[in-house]
């Protein structure tokens, strides 16, 4: 069983930033992809970023340019640096880890932009 522990949420007003981070326990942290998702009241889930066991990484469209996911195995730890937030990006942000066919979640951590 792997847990999944995220960090890093808050209130930040528009174009500012954060830096989202989420820890995942097992010694074969190197070898999870780990991803990012997001859920808005009413709307289905979001794969937000996402980066393999080699550090290839992926984005959804709205958020190419602005979020940058990576990760440091040393650390058993991903993160998502969020800059020029906007208020659609106001959710709740979930991590996410996949290994040997199984999906890990953790509780999610909010992410509010307002002025």
């Known amino acids: 069983q792997v847990q999944v522990v995220e960090s890093g949420g808050g209130l930040v007003q528009p174009g500012g930033s954060l830096r989202l981070s989420c820890a995942a326990s097992g010694r074969a942290f190197r070898r999870y992809a780990m991803g990012w998702d997001r859920q808005a009241p009413g709307n289905q889930r979001e794969l937000v970023a996402s980066?393999?066991?080699?550090?290839?990484?992926n984005y959804t469209d709205s958020v190419k340019g602005r979020f940058t996911i990576s990760r440091d195995n040393a650390k058993n730890t991903v993160y998502l640096q969020m800059n020029d937030l906007k208020p659609e990006d106001t959710t709740v942000y979930y991590c996410?880890?996949?290994?040997?066919?199984?999906?890990?979640w953790g509780q999610g951590t909010q992410v509010t932009v307002s002025s």
């Open positions: 996410n880890a996949h290994y040997v066919k199984a999906d890990y």
């Open positions: 980066i393999t066991s080699k550090g290839r990484t």
